[in-house]
């Protein structure tokens, strides 16, 4: 059974048109939701934290948030520099060490 | 200075053979992390080891051996290589819960 869902798979903006990407889980007792960015070739490259509904955490142009059911990556103004695969883990279900990722959103930003 | 390095970055080699990949990380770590993404990027965690103890052994084939002769390093060998086994293997490591510093990945192809 999934834990993690990632939508959309794939999204294409415009350089400055902001919008979000979404992650739900079916955890229950969540411990921790991850978002990592993954460049082409490279290892994933952690980004956030987040504990508790309601909790929010900024990077740049980047903003995570998460309810009980889900969390956002909301994306403002992007860049072409943001282009990446953004993915989002959390502990299963019993277990707080090791993480279940999500398949990712890959955010493409044209100029 | 690299945080977390992986050696070799590309490995190619026929099917039957055995192969190090080996890891090292600066950041004085006590957990390091083995994870395997396959063709659909889709990313999942083999072994994790702290202060050298294995605490994480997913349900990976027993050809699949990792080894930490100490905090700094963890190491994956693998015998008897498949086609099957062709991926991009990434070592990470971390101090607090979930993998923070992913090395650059080595990308594994058996032929």
């Known amino acids: 059974e999934d834990q993690v869902t990632q939508s959309p798979e794939a999204l294409r903006l415009q350089e400055g048109e902001s919008s979000s990407l979404n992650c739900s889980y079916t955890v229950s007792g969540l411990r921790g939701l991850f978002w990592y960015r993954q460049d082409p070739g490279k290892g994933p490259e952690f980004l956030f934290t987040?504990?508790?509904a309601g909790e929010e955490k900024e990077k740049e142009r980047l903003k995570a948030t998460l309810t009980k059911k889900e969390s956002f990556l909301h994306i403002t103004a992007p860049k072409p520099e943001d282009s990446a695969t953004y993915l989002c883990?959390?502990?299963?279900?019993?277990?707080?060490?090791?993480?279940?990722f999500g398949k990712g959103t890959k955010l493409t930003v044209n100029p | 200075d690299t945080a977390v390095s992986q050696t070799p970055k590309y490995l190619v080699t026929q099917m039957g053979n055995d192969k190090s990949i080996k890891c090292e990380q600066n950041?004085?770590?006590?957990?390091m992390y083995w994870y395997k993404q396959d063709s659909k990027k889709f990313l999942k965690i083999m072994f994790s080891?702290?202060?050298?103890?294995?605490?994480i052994n997913e349900t990976v084939p027993n050809r699949f051996s990792p080894k930490s002769p100490d905090k700094a390093h963890l190491n994956l060998h693998i015998n008897s290589l498949e086609l099957g086994d062709s991926a991009v293997y990434f070592c990470a490591s971390s101090q607090r819960q979930g993998p923070r510093y992913f090395g650059p990945g080595t990308r594994l192809t058996v032929t």
């Open positions: 987040l504990y508790s």
């Open positions: 883990a959390v502990p299963p279900q019993g277990g707080s060490e090791k993480l279940v």
């Open positions: 080891y702290n202060n050298k103890e294995l605490i």
């Open positions: 950041l004085g770590h006590d957990t």
